[in-house]
């Protein structure tokens, strides 16, 4: 297990994480150089996640989950631009397949984990188990459980239960995980759902089912609330990132990442003397070969 890093965005463990007082907007104005601080961030990770590759001993799972409009997919293509793709992988978890509907509710995530080396990314998660399932307990007649309880309270909590059991799993195994909830104000959002209607290249993104999910605002805010404090622990904290200000929330996002890998004491694998022996034999007939001209 390690240390996640320290941010005065990061979930208490175990209880107290209050929705209503979470700041969805940031301390202060936007940094003029939010645009080059964030550069310099990825050069970071880029370089970072470079030494996890080559270690080949963790994984890092990144798991983005927000109301819409919040910003994941821009926040996730902000931290990633610039980060070898060989080194990471990305996921969108919508609604689930027949094929996920006959496993159980971590199959579909679980299939998608990173290797050792890599940077894994959930947009969405199985954490929709226990947010959007939970505002549309209707969603369970199609999951046909063995068994389903009568007071629904009970289903959340097993759920909480087994997802606390599979991260601490997870982490016992190498994989280092932080957990993003981008926490958007419903006054911003409104603004930017009007921006998505009122610009031609971005009516594609909005539908009716947005203002329908947006009704029921309060409830998706319990539904966090209580997710966020049954499962925000040191092995695979969460952060409640404020998202009214995009160059504020990718900054504070990068440089979570940034904490993590660097706190994971990564290096270049260090070659023993027999195999620097080797590498020299391979050396001198490379630039025996060089020196030979061509026929």
């Given at each position: 297990?390690?240390?996640?890093?320290?941010?005065?965005?990061?979930?208490?463990?175990?209880?107290?994480?209050?929705?209503?007082?979470?700041?969805?907007?940031?301390?202060?104005?936007?940094?003029?150089?939010?645009?080059?601080?964030?550069?310099?961030?990825?050069?970071?990770?880029?370089?970072?996640?470079?030494?996890?590759?080559?270690?080949?001993?963790?994984?890092?799972?990144?798991?983005?989950?927000?109301?819409?409009?919040?910003?994941?997919?821009?926040?996730?293509?902000?931290?990633?631009?610039?980060?070898?793709?060989?080194?990471?992988?990305?996921?969108?978890?919508?609604?689930?397949?027949?094929?996920?509907?006959?496993?159980?509710?971590?199959?579909?995530?679980?299939?998608?984990?990173?290797?050792?080396?890599?940077?894994?990314?959930?947009?969405?998660s199985y954490?929709?188990?226990?947010?959007?399932?939970?505002?549309?307990?209707?969603?369970?007649?199609?999951?046909?459980?063995?068994?389903?309880?009568?007071?629904?309270?009970?289903?959340?909590?097993?759920?909480?239960?087994?997802?606390?059991?599979?991260?601490?799993?997870?982490a016992s195994?190498?994989v280092v995980?932080?957990?993003?909830?981008?926490?958007?104000?419903?006054?911003?959002?409104?603004?930017?759902?009007?921006?998505?209607?009122?610009?031609?290249?971005?009516?594609?993104?909005?539908?009716?089912?947005?203002?329908?999910?947006?009704?029921?605002?309060?409830?998706?805010?319990?539904?966090?609330?209580?997710?966020?404090?049954?499962?925000?622990?040191?092995?695979?904290?969460?952060?409640?990132?404020?998202?009214?200000?995009?160059?504020?929330?990718?900054?504070?996002?990068?440089?979570?990442?940034?904490?993590?890998?660097?706190?994971?004491?990564?290096?270049?694998?260090?070659?023993?003397?027999?195999?620097?022996?080797?590498?020299?034999?391979?050396?001198?007939?490379?630039?025996?070969?060089?020196?030979?001209?061509?026929?």
């Amino acid at each position: 297990m390690y240390r996640p890093p320290e941010s005065p965005y990061r979930v208490p463990y175990g209880g107290g994480f209050d929705v209503a007082r979470a700041a969805s907007s940031p301390p202060g104005p936007d940094p003029a150089d939010a645009k080059g601080r964030l550069g310099e961030m990825v050069e970071q990770i880029s370089e970072l996640q470079n030494q996890l590759y080559a270690s080949n001993r963790h994984a890092l799972l990144l798991v983005f989950q927000a109301m819409d409009a919040a910003g994941k997919d821009s926040t996730i293509r902000a931290v990633t631009t610039g980060v070898n793709p060989a080194g990471f992988q990305v996921f969108s978890f919508k609604a689930p397949s027949p094929e996920e509907l006959d496993h159980d509710f971590l199959w579909r995530t679980a299939r998608r984990l990173p290797e050792r080396g890599r940077i894994g990314i959930f947009n969405r998660s199985y954490y929709e188990e226990v947010l959007v399932v939970r505002v549309h307990p209707g969603f369970l007649d199609g999951q046909r459980l063995p068994r389903r309880p009568d007071d629904l309270g009970e289903l959340w909590e097993e759920r909480y239960r087994s997802i606390l059991e599979h991260e601490r799993h997870l982490a016992s195994n190498g994989v280092v995980i932080l957990k993003f909830w981008l926490n958007i104000s419903r006054e911003e959002q409104a603004r930017r759902f009007v921006r998505r209607i009122d610009r031609p290249d971005k009516n594609w993104k909005f539908s009716a089912r947005d203002l329908r999910e947006r009704a029921r605002w309060d409830e998706y805010m319990m539904a966090y609330q209580d997710a966020l404090n049954a499962t925000s622990r040191s092995w695979a904290p969460w952060y409640a990132i404020p998202a009214d200000s995009k160059p504020f929330m990718r900054l504070a996002v990068a440089e979570l990442i940034r904490d993590q890998l660097a706190a994971l004491d990564l290096d270049y694998p260090v070659l023993t003397p027999d195999e620097l022996a080797k590498l020299e034999e391979h050396r001198a007939a490379l630039l025996g070969e060089a020196a030979v001209p061509p026929t």
